[in-house]
């Protein structure tokens, strides 16, 4: 067993608003994972810690609150660390919104640049990440699981699917589960499940008949998966770290920015879905001259945020 890393400090609220930016603008793009971006930012420990924090023993504080007790709303509120929570939520939620819109018109109308961007991200994620792994035998067992479950999930042909509340709920509890993960996309998900679309224009249009089954599946999906992704954190925190950097890897081939349809169909909606694509080759040296300085801005952009987070880590020790 791989003991895990002694606890970073806790890092303050702007800058955990700002990690809830980048979450939610990564989770809004198929194939690229919020939780690859609270990985690198170094939120995703305490993210974990937070949610399983919404169990029994926090309704049992929430009555007695309710009854008066002394210091049971302050114990409630560091259950959950509700400090943290809230500006990374707000923050996630703000990027969702406020993103939505030209992310989607990016991945509609220049696919090549917005993935050339995201798999620079990923690139530099996995170097960094891999760091933490523990690479024995059974790191290297754990890693090449992560990778084929990752290539089985990013090659499933997207189904049609009824867009009914029932269906819409297991769907948001699917795409959590693949939020949560670094290196698999929820998003993606999603446009498996034939739900992309649909939730998308729900988020823009407010159309809280999608939004609350969808956000209940969320909830569901996060307290069931979160107890066990923290149980293996800290039973086999290195063998853990290796499976999820295998799944980054595996993401990659999802989001090579050079792709050609081999099958396509139009929605009701009059939207285009890709059920099937391969890998392509760039078109010409320019076109790989452009992607290749996206890439290495993601890349560079993961090394900025590494070096955010270790001042963001300094000044919380000295507050």
């Keep these: 067993m791989t003991s895990e890393p002694s606890p970073q400090p806790r890092p303050r609220w702007p800058y955990v608003l700002g990690c809830g930016l980048a979450m939610g603008s990564a989770d809004v793009v198929p194939g690229v994972s919020g939780g690859t971006m609270a990985f690198i930012l170094g939120v995703y420990g305490q993210l974990l810690e937070a949610v399983a ?7 049992a504080l929430l009555r007695r609150a309710a009854g008066g007790e002394a210091g049971a709303w302050s114990a409630a ?3 959950v660390h509700l400090g943290f929570l809230v500006p990374l939520v707000s923050g996630l939620l703000a990027a969702v919104l406020i993103l939505v819109r030209p992310i989607t018109w990016l991945y509609a109308n220049q696919p090549v640049l917005l993935f050339a961007f995201f798999f620079g ?13 523990h690479w024995g035998g059974s790191g290297l067992v754990a890693m090449t699981v992560g990778v084929v479950g990752a290539l089985l999930l990013v090659t499933q042909v997207p189904v049609t699917m009824p867009h009914d509340p029932f269906t819409i709920f297991w769907s948001g509890a699917v795409a959590i589960m693949a939020m949560i993960l670094p290196g698999v996309s929820g998003s993606f998900l999603l446009l498996v499940l034939g739900q992309y679309q649909h939730v998308m224009e729900a988020v823009k249009a407010l159309d809280l008949g999608t939004l609350v089954p969808f956000a209940a599946g969320c909830l569901v999906g996060l307290a069931v ?6 149980w293996l954190l800290h039973r086999w925190h290195g063998q853990t770290v290796a499976l ?19 099958e396509s169909t139009v929605n009701s909606k009059g939207n285009v879905i890709v059920l099937r694509d391969a890998l ?4 010409s040296i320019g076109a790989l001259a452009t992607v290749l300085l996206l890439m290495g801005l993601g890349i560079a952009l993961v090394a900025s945020l590494e ?4 001042r963001a880590g300094g000044a919380a020790m000295g507050s």
């Design 225 to 230: 998966f979160v107890r066990l992704l923290r």
């Design 53 to 59: 924090g919404f169990d029994l023993e926090l309704l």
């Design 307 to 310: 070096r955010l987070q270790d």
């Design 244 to 262: 999820l950097v295998g799944f980054m890897a595996g993401s990659l081939w999802k989001i090579w920015p050079f792709r050609v349809v081999l």
């Design 121 to 133: 991200l990923i690139v530099g994620s996995i170097l960094l990440i891999m760091r933490h792994a």
């Design 280 to 283: 392509a080759r760039p078109p």
């Design 77 to 79: 509120a560091a259950r």
